[in-house]
């Protein structure tokens, strides 16, 4: 079993920036991608950024220049800092996991898990 918890959401005024964390634990063999994803009110929920193990990133357009997405692999953990926050930006924040679990030093099975969410809420 795999888990991810996230932390760093909260309240922040339009132009300002919050700091998003997330550590996944548990019997992890590899970790082959992170990212953040996020859900508004009455939509779907949408990709924010990803980072592969390599490093490589992929944003969303509307996030593009103002948010970046980094990865301490040695730690299991994905950080997403948010600058220049719109109230359009408003969501609750999901990270996600994808990699292979161990049994003993060996792998075992592929995860795709999901933390909880934390809350952004940016006030214009």
């Known amino acids: 079993q795999v888990q991810v918890v996230e932390s760093g959401g909260g309240l922040v005024q339009a132009g300002g920036s919050l700091r998003l964390s997330c550590a996944a634990s548990?019997?992890?063999?590899?970790?082959?991608?992170m990212g953040w994803y996020r859900q508004a009110p009455g939509k779907q929920r949408e990709l924010v950024a990803t980072?592969?193990?390599?490093?490589?990133?992929d944003y969303a357009d509307s996030v593009k220049g103002r948010f970046t997405i980094s990865r301490d692999n040695d730690k299991n953990t994905v950080y997403l800092q948010m600058n220049s926050l719109k109230p359009e930006d408003t969501a609750v924040y999901y990270c996600?996991?994808?990699?292979?679990?161990?049994?003993?030093?060996?792998?075992?099975?592929?995860?795709?898990?999901w933390g909880q969410g934390t809350q952004v809420t940016v006030s214009s």
């Open positions: 548990g019997s992890i063999f590899s970790i082959n991608a």
């Open positions: 980072v592969s193990s390599g490093g490589s990133t």
């Open positions: 996600n996991a994808r990699g292979s679990v161990r049994r003993g030093w060996s792998f075992d099975s592929h995860f795709d898990s």
